[in-house]
């Protein structure tokens, strides 16, 4: 496959033009915003946090298609899981996302987010792939707004 | 004068604008992009260099790298001789009536962060009205926003209509007696409309209001004459003008210059200094403190040189040529639509697809050998004035050419196949 086709996979095609969990939740307990000035991605988080587990999750915003497919798929990939075991996660992601490991070895850590795994030929997008585990740290943490500048 | 460039062109047997005998001049063209032929249209955000501009900081640094003003000794006599020199070239491009008038700065922002502060902490106080537009890049809106701050004046913005172009009559109406200072671009580089600034200016005259035009999208397409628009303040980048990084003018007139406190203090700006009181030079040096960018005030000179031999008016001609083919070629794609289509407009063309994001049109683009620029455009109220997060968009330069717009259309088709 070209880098381009591994880049814009089917499963990330489909993420994009229909994002799971795709909505605001009302009683969320931890919301954040996240920004990527350098090309104007934007999306807010929504967290339910239940006896240290992510009981619901949900975003909202506007973004290229990496930046949302990835949201999406962060949202089905931490939904039932401790902070501990999400941050752990995004540090496995982002090893992925940067080249450092490569994502056919990681498949069965990472499961269906190694469909991201074509970024790291395109070192420029690997923002618009991290911003949303950014804003999820940023919202568990309990700080509202992020930047991936 | 145009007859006889005609005249001439044909004594020589060539054409008039040879796109390809320029495009040999900018060595970085013959490059390869992902195994591509590079499409360079991110004109607005840099543009090449030619090789006379190349050669020339060449030629400063093997033969005459030393300080200016201050030298006893010829490396430096020639050095301050080519630096002033450039001065003379800026001057005569853009019609000022006097060197003195001709101040180097790094870029456009920093041309209009020296007025607003300098000018705009000196002359304005609180419940004074400046008014912008809302078509300014960033580094026309915040250095006022933070004098707005600094002094508490007032920010009023001339609104948009739906094709991008300002609406007179509502800056009519924003103008009044707290009206103390007026900044608006030349030609956005969000959208490529040309606002009138002659008229912007003649009305903030009429109350009394200096005007600032930022000119950083204008200088490379199009003759600019400065006396001619009457405007009080001027700024360009050379690097948009096919010269080095970190070099720009801001040219105002003598007598609002002359009023102004210096904006840096330091070495070159001053006539006499004691610890009780220092005398500061005179223009244009008083703005100009510390060793200045002496190579990039070489490159610029050369990059005058080779614009003025070609033509601004035949670059200007050929980019409307391109600009027009673009713009038919790009609304015949289904789901394509063009963001300002203003009726004045230069070498932009701005558009976003249906369900795709301009950050991932640029992707695609680009591994078609294709640059453009994705995104806000550092003009992030444009964008929520038309209600799109982002745009992807082609801007052109003298060295461009239509079979590239042909290769654009192309990848747009392609950028649809990636991600329909």
Known sequence: MSELGELYQEVILDHNKSPRNFRRIEDANRTARGNNPLCGDQLTLYVKLENDVIKEIGFQGSGCAISKASASLMTTSVEGKTPAEAEALFEKVHKMLTGEVDPKASQNELGKLSVLGGVCNFPVRVKCASLSWHTLRAALKGEGETSTE | MKAAQEIAAQKKNRPLFDVERLRADFPILRQRVHGKPLVYLDNAATTQKPQAVLDAVNRYYTTENSNVHRGIHFLSEQATADYEEARSKVRHFINASNEREIIFVRGTTEGINLVAQSYGRSFLKKGDQIIISA??????????????????????????????????????????????????????????????????????????????????????????????????????????????????????????LEAMPPYQGGGDMISLVTFEKTHYNVLPYKFEAGTPHVEGVVGLGAAIDYIENIGLDAVSAHEQKLLAYATQALAEIRGLRIIGTAKEKAGVVSFVLEGIHAHDVGTVLDREGIAIRAGHHCAMPVMQRFGVPATARASFALYNKSEEIDFLVKGVHKVMEVLG
């Not at chain 2, 200072?181 to 200096?210: Q, Y």
């Not at chain 2, 405007?231 to 980048?237: G, L, P, Q, T, V």
């Open chain 2, 135 to 256: 078509i300014e890049h960033h580094s026309n809106i915040v250095p006022w926003q933070i004098l707005c701050e600094q002094v508490g004046a007032v920010l009023r913005v001339i609104p948009i209509n739906h094709d991008g172009e300002l609406v007179l009559e509502e800056y009519k109406r924003l103008l009044n007696e707290r009206t103390k200072f007026v900044s608006v671009g030349h030609v956005s580089n969000a959208l490529g409309t040309v606002n009138p600034v002659k008229e912007i200016v003649a009305l903030a005259h009429r109350h009394g209001a200096p005007v600032l035009i930022d000119g950083a999208q204008a200088v490379p397409h199009m003759k600019v004459d400065v006396q001619d628009l009457d405007c009080d303040f001027y700024a360009f980048s050379g690097h948009k003008l096919f010269a080095p990084t970190g070099i720009g003018v801001l040219y105002g007139k003598s007598n609002r």
